[in-house]
């Protein structure tokens, strides 16, 4: 996930002295944040892959986190960027076909790539999963996703192509309703098409929306994830003070901490989740259940 636009309207959103007031070391009687493996555990394993999936899973991580794209053909494939350059080797393999956009490429034409040497010899041949390959990996592992529909704007129709995909692995039941799917965007428009298309999905938005706005997202959004260094713990109140879609209040997972003391800081502010490469670092850094 990328920051995009949030720097620049932050101070706009969070400038009074009441939201930067410094966090406790915890809040008293809060929940233990909910620890998110960020595109898998993609500190130690190529981020998006099976092999990262892998890792969590080794971590003991319940939650992995991915990115959603589609192929020309069709095919919804797990990969962060827009391109294929910078996780994969197209440029060696097709050198004629710049810009290497995810959307001029079949699904086979991806999967002849190697998604796993630039991370490091030892991940070389890993390959670009579509998602449902993606799904069965964790599910394997009895694990939890939390699924970004990425570029919406370049995919029209993908929040219901995301969703038969999801119905048709059995993710569309009650149990993983309940407990081990959330579907999130960048998109305000991308997070509502999927509320409608299917109201007992948990979504999520990405960003930092002024308080003031927080009841028209609580409309079709069950949580406000925005980058950690947005937020205060009066912003996380204040999400917390508006009751989402579903009747309980809107939750927060935050983006992307990697260190002990952000850990500690962000679950101080008494947020819902913490999104991040290392899992292993922040779940060792959390105050114990």
Known sequence: MHARAVAATTTALLGT???LLPAPDARAGAERPTVIAHRGASAYAPENTLVAVDKAAELGVDWVENDVQRTRDGELVVLHDDNLRRTTDVEEVFPDRAPWKVKDFTAAEIARLDAGGWFGPDYAGARVPTLKQYMDRVELHHQKLLLEIKNPELYPGIEQQTLKVLGNEGWLDEPHLATRLIVQSFSADSVRTVH????????GFLGTPPVADLDRYADFADQINPSYGTVSMGYVASVHSVEGPHGKPLEMFVWTVNDANNARLVAGYGVD???????????DALPAK
């Open 17 to 19: 002295a009441a939201l």
């Open 273 to 283: 989740g913490i999104i991040t490469n290392t899992p292993d670092v922040v779940r």
């Open 196 to 203: 409608e298309l299917k109201p007992a999905v948990k979504t």
